[in-house]
């Protein structure tokens, strides 16, 4: 069964710096691939919304805010994403969900992690 699992969330004061981790496991070895990948966040009486996104080829994409700071990654051999995150602002809190899109021959699969908290503090 394929699960996103985040981590590397936390607590940090503003300026400093994090980096998450999105993990899918039981792809290896499976008929399916990983197109793109993308973390989401939503902070309290918000939407949700896209802060980053990478396709299989490095191709990426950054809500506005956060283009200057934020640098999404990724690692195909080990199906993982990253997010690192520099010069973290208040408004950076939220809860940050991983995402998937997964592909087969004819098929594909939309995934989202259980998330991970993200405070900055001021």
């Known amino acids: 069964q394929v699960q996103l699992v985040e981590s590397g969330g936390g607590l940090v004061q503003a300026g400093g710096s994090l980096r998450l981790s999105c993990a899918a496991s039981g792809i290896s070895g499976s008929m399916f691939s990983i197109n793109t990948m993308g973390w989401y966040r939503q902070a309290p009486g918000k939407q949700r919304e896209l802060v980053a996104r990478?396709?299989?080829?490095?191709?990426?994409n950054y809500e506005d805010s956060v283009k200057d700071r934020f640098t999404i990654s990724r690692d195909n051999a080990k199906n993982t994403a990253y997010l690192q995150m520099n010069s973290l602002k208040p408004e950076d809190t939220a809860v940050y969900y991983c995402?998937?899109?997964?592909?087969?021959?004819?098929?594909?699969?939309?995934?989202w992690g259980q998330g991970t908290q993200v405070t900055v503090s001021s």
């Open positions: 995402n998937a899109n997964l592909y087969g021959q004819y098929s594909g699969y939309n995934y």
């Open positions: 990478i396709t299989s080829g490095g191709s990426t």
